[in-house]
């Protein structure tokens, strides 16, 4: 029997989860959930309007991104018990980085892989 690969497994980009981030664009400021080489993923109230294109600030514990380009790739809305609906997930994909961005990104990127499993 052949095991189906997982989304995890199929992703091109590990993702490191976030702690502390948060993502500041033009439509607001949001907690960043994970982020990855490729891109990342925030939580937004209900409904909240998501352009296709945009650039955005992430605000974290080791750096500040500034200014990086973003596509909103998928869009994910859940309900509770109660019929209230939770906050969206959004997965965005970054567009072209610059080569300073790049860095940035991977002295991040690498600040998250090395601090996991220590206590903050």
């Not at 200014?67 to 509770?80: L, Y």
């Not at 109660?82 to 970054?94: E, N």
Request: net charge negative.
């Amino acid at each position: 029997m052949t095991m189906q690969p997982t989304a995890a497994d199929r992703r091109e980009h590990q993702r490191y989860p976030m702690e502390n981030s948060v993502s500041v664009s033009p439509h607001g400021v949001f907690q960043v959930m994970d982020i990855s080489k490729g891109g990342f993923c925030f939580k937004c109230p209900p409904y909240t309007p998501i352009s296709d294109l945009w650039e955005t600030d992430i605000v974290t514990s080791v750096a500040t991104l500034e200014g990086f380009p973003v596509s909103r790739i998928w869009v994910s809305m859940t309900e509770n018990s109660t019929h209230a609906y939770l906050p969206m997930s959004v997965g965005v994909k970054f567009g072209k980085l610059s080569q300073k961005q790049n860095t940035e990104l991977l002295h991040v990127i690498e600040g998250i892989s090395d601090s996991e499993g220590t206590e903050h």
